[in-house]
Structure formats: structure tokens, C-alpha cells
């Protein structure tokens, strides 16, 4: 690992965040994949730190939170409880997204519960300044979690999706079709024309699309739910500070106030030095 130049790294950390697999890269880097993994180990742990650290103190004014579905090893109706112990079955990665400069301000990966949701909602509340207006979907667990969190301080919507039946043609993987959606308002005075939850939603199709270890129907799943986390903080970093927002022209970092310039992978790479 210490052997690798930093355009090395650099190669495989841009081949990890477009959403290539370990032993992909393996071969089109011409590096272990040991020394791959622990190159992700780090730089997982790296990340993780420095947005623990900086990405605090936001004026958000639209927040939108949502949850996506993935499993570590398998899926957990084919989970053993000797597997369930080490991590594997279902798991979900909760995200926050500011609708103004595509932020992530805070992501949460664990179980799909009401602990979850009380921790993903009070990381929210200490990284944000003000009030701001928070949608999520109908799941239960955020009524008492937003309030838990933020107090009486938001103006809080929920957006509840109305999907038709499944007609027997229809594949299994396809997904209903979407005939309505029904608002309501939970808390404060949320403004109805920006109670949505797009942006959020389309942050979760990229989170597919750039990480091998959510693709359905592979065998590119995570074996290994420390990897998994430690994937999603180093494509949550570079998502922030490293990738230009095609309709912003910055990264949300820069858009956010938190840096002045799009990073590079170089720079990325230099929070293993700052560890």
C-alpha cells in the first residue's frame, strides 16, 4: 500500500467511485486487491473523519431525506443467524439532501427502524443553521425523529407516493406505476410548491449507478458491511467536493460555501496524510 505512487491511488480511487468492482480494478490498475481494499479501508476512514469535521454550520433551506435498500452478503431472507452476526442481510443508507446546492449533507447506513431514523435526523439537526423545510416520504419512524431532532424549529412535509396495482404480465422487478402523491403537512408552514422529494431520489439512482456494491441483480454486493460503509463515505466525498453538478457548474461543496475550489483527486487522496 505505502508502495503505491499517487497517481496510482488516484486510478483506483477514480475507478472506485465510477462504480467499478474490486477485482476490476484489480486488472486495469495492475494492483492487488488487497492492496485495493485497504486502499478503500482508508480512504473510507479518511473521508468519514473529514466530514464528520467540516461539513457543519449549513444554511439549508430545503432539506429532502430518503432511505436506499442494499444487502451485505445476501438478502436477509436467505440469511443464517452465524451470517446475520457478521453484518450480512438487508441494510439501508438514509441520505439528506439540500435541495439548493445538492449537498449531502449527512448519510446514515444501518437497519430501516426508528433508531436509525433518530440518528441519521440529529446528525441532520447539528450540521444545520436556521430553519429549514424538511420532505420525506410517509415512513413513520421521521414523525417522532424530525421532532426528536429539531424540535418545533422546521417546517416539516411528507410526500406520500400512490402506486397502482401490479398487472401479472408486469415483470417482478418492474415497479408500480406512480398515479399521485398526497401531501401533508406535519409541523410549521412548509411552502407546498417545494415539498418534493426528487432531488433526493435522483441522488439514490446515482448512489446505483456509481457504485458497483448497489447494483441490482450482480454478484457485486458487499460481502463486508465495514467495506460497504466505508464505500459510501469516500463516494460521498467525492460526490461533494470533487464532482461538478452538471446544472450548477460547481461541486455542492464550493456551491455550499465550504470550499472555494473544485478538488481534485490528489487532493483527496491527502486526508490519508491528515489522519
Same mark, same amino acid.
Given at each position: ?39 478503500? *479501508? ?25 432511505? *436506499? ?207
Amino acid at each position: 500500500m505505502n508502495r503505491l505512487s499517487t497517481d496510482k491511488r488516484a486510478q483506483v480511487v477514480s475507478a472506485l467511485v465510477e462504480g467499478n468492482s474490486l477485482r476490476s480494478i484489480t486488472r486495469m490498475c495492475g494492483v492487488s486487491i488487497n492492496t485495493v481494499t485497504k486502499l478503500l *479501508i482508508d480512504m473510507g476512514c479518511a473521508c468519514a473523519a473529514y466530514h464528520h469535521q467540516h461539513v457543519r454550520n449549513l444554511r439549508v433551506r430545503r432539506l429532502q431525506c430518503d432511505e *436506499i435498500w442494499q444487502f451485505i452478503g445476501a438478502k436477509r431472507k436467505n440469511v443464517t443467524p452465524e451470517q446475520e452476526q457478521k453484518g450480512w442481510g438487508d441494510s439501508w443508507t438514509w441520505t439528506a439532501i439540500d435541495a439548493d446546492t445538492k449537498l449531502c449533507v449527512t448519510y446514515y447506513v444501518g437497519n430501516r427502524d426508528r433508531f436509525a431514523a433518530y440518528n441519521f435526523m440529529c446528525d441532520c439537526a447539528d450540521r444545520i443553521i436556521g430553519r429549514p423545510q424538511i420532505t420525506t416520504d410517509a415512513y413513520r419512524p421521521y414523525l417522532q425523529a424530525i421532532e426528536d431532532a429539531f424540535g418545533t424549529e422546521v417546517d416539516y412535509a411528507q410526500l406520500h407516493k400512490i402506486y397502482g396495482a401490479s398487472t401479472p404480465d408486469e415483470s417482478r422487478y418492474s415497479p408500480a406505476t406512480c398515479i399521485g402523491c398526497d401531501m401533508k403537512t406535519v409541523m410549521g408552514d412548509p411552502d407546498p410548491k417545494h415539498v418534493s422529494t426528487s432531488f433526493v431520489e435522483r441522488q439514490n439512482l446515482t448512489m446505483r449507478m456509481s457504485m458497483r456494491r448497489f447494483t441490482r441483480l450482480t454478484n457485486g454486493f458487499s460481502k463486508k458491511l465495514e467495506n460497504h460503509g466505508h464505500m459510501v463515505a469516500l463516494y460521498f466525498m467525492h460526490y461533494n467536493f470533487c464532482r461538478v453538478h452538471k446544472t450548477l457548474r460547481v461541486t455542492p461543496a464550493m456551491e455550499a460555501g465550504l470550499t472555494d475550489h473544485v478538488w481534485g483527486l490528489e487532493e483527496l487522496i491527502e486526508l490519508l496524510r491528515m489522519r
